[in-house]
């Protein structure tokens, strides 16, 4: 080749290789983990599919897990060092995470011009992120307890208000009178078929009213349980009078609670607002929202919210890019809200868009009362312990206090055997 035709060539290539990279930005590839795998996927799917046509130089690849194995294998991913730049986990798993050093904090960037306010998060959500004066992660959503109730049920009991509307209850006297006129036996055979009340997800239902009566469970330093508690047994000696002495709910072994209500056999259950999806595409059922009595003295109802959080070592232009995602998944979370979510923004609760959400809308009256779990790193150890406890007593195996000491005892050693592991653990670094 004559050198006139190589310096042409070279002409040729470098002019190429200028237009691309001015005409064209180098996409950056995202991955994101969550576990929707139900109905809340495709919503997020439809989200991150708009985010992808939003931001061209910006690729994210979603990828959804059953929440069974998800955290374990997110936790494998951090210790092999293949974390997601981006991933969901709930409030009472931050922790876990938190230690293992897998999470980076996000107070720098919330603080930047123009991103997002801290201050238009409720202050109990944004706190709840929180770990050693950081906080690790930005909550996308806060899905609260509340109550579902059947309102031709309602208006068949007579439970209305002057207007004769159905009237759910808000107090005490009211919840068990309500539960009372609710619970029938419809065909005459001498048994119940209708409940006016049913335990759903048991973990959360008794937590609320632990809660309600005042409970602790951990002592600040969280290196005691506190389980059994005079004010835990009560609460969870109500929730078995509700069973075994009112009979206003049936054993748990005996009867598929969410299903019951569902099909019309539940006058009223305590579930989460994640479940809205599931009765608005059932069109036979005659159903409202409300937030949970107080039956107890004080106000509250368990809570969770899914939280947006980046992987500890992420920088440049994967950081970047990954911040803009979590920005706009926080800014676009009404239309994650449609699919069964409270928005954890102030901003869009207070929308026209959001009052057009009845069950949300009530169920989001009770933010500033929410409780979360604890966040431990040991939180999935304290769940086996905790559920088992509250499922013997509900059955009647065990009297609530026998339950909750030996759960406490069990849960006690625990924090020791997790104590003298992190103990080794430091002895090992360098």
């Not at 002019?15 to 996409?27: A, D």
């Not at 939003?54 to 994210?60: K, L, R, S, W």
């Not at 720098?108 to 050693?132: C, I, K, R, T, Y």
Request: contains cysteine.
């Amino acid at each position: 080749m004559r050198q006139s035709q190589k310096g042409l060539l070279f002409i040729g290539i470098a002019c190429t290789v200028l237009l691309f990279g001015c005409g064209q930005r180098v996409e950056t590839t995202l991955r994101f983990w969550n576990g929707f795998t139900g109905p809340d996927g495709r919503t997020m799917l439809r989200m991150v599919k708009r985010f992808n046509r939003e931001n061209p130089d910006v690729h994210v690849l979603m990828q959804r897990m059953d929440w069974g194995t998800y955290y374990n294998k997110l936790f494998v991913a951090g210790i092999g060092n293949r974390s997601p730049e981006v991933f969901i986990i709930h409030t009472d798993v931050l922790e876990r995470f938190i230690q293992a050093g897998f999470l980076r904090s996000v107070d720098d960037l919330v603080g930047e011009p123009g991103s997002l306010d801290s201050g238009d998060f409720d202050a109990n959500v944004w706190e709840a992120v929180v770990s050693g004066a950081k906080h690790y992660a930005v909550p996308l959503d806060v899905h609260p307890l509340g109550v579902y109730y059947n309102r031709a049920l309602f208006r068949q009991a007579g439970i209305v208000d002057a207007s004769g509307e159905p009237k759910p209850p808000t107090n005490r006297e009211e919840f068990l009178d309500t539960l009372k006129h609710l619970t029938r036996d419809t065909d005459g055979d001498g048994r119940t078929d209708q409940w006016g009340f049913v335990f759903t997800w048991q973990r959360t239902n008794v937590f609320t009213f632990m809660n309600q009566w005042g409970g602790r469970f951990f002592n600040e330093k969280y290196d005691e349980c506190l389980l059994n508690t005079p004010e835990n047994v009560e609460a969870l000696q109500f929730c078995v009078d509700l069973i075994q002495k009112h009979k206003f709910a049936p054993s748990p072994e005996n009867f598929d609670s969410w299903i019951g209500f569902r099909q019309g056999k539940v006058g009223m259950v305590l579930e989460g607002i994640y479940m809205l999806a599931d009765v608005q595409k059932q069109q036979d059922l005659d159903y409202a929202g409300a937030p949970v009595p107080q039956v107890g003295a004080v106000k509250a109802a368990w809570a969770s919210s899914h939280n947006m959080c980046l992987r500890a070592d992420l920088s440049g232009d994967k950081l970047q890019a990954a911040w803009r995602l979590v920005r706009f998944l926080s800014d676009n979370s009404l239309d994650w809200a449609e699919g069964g979510q409270v928005p954890v923004r102030k901003s869009l609760r207070d929308s026209a868009r959001f009052e057009t959400m009845s069950v949300p809308r009530e169920f989001a009256k009770q933010i500033q009362d929410i409780r979360y779990m604890p966040k431990l790193p040991f939180v999935f150890e304290f769940y086996t312990e905790f559920d088992a406890a509250i499922e013997k007593a509900l059955r009647g195996t065990l009297p609530p206090k026998q339950a909750l000491d030996t759960a406490t005892k069990n849960i006690n050693e625990i924090i020791e055997r997790h104590k003298s592991l992190q103990t080794q653990l430091r002895g090992q670094e360098p």
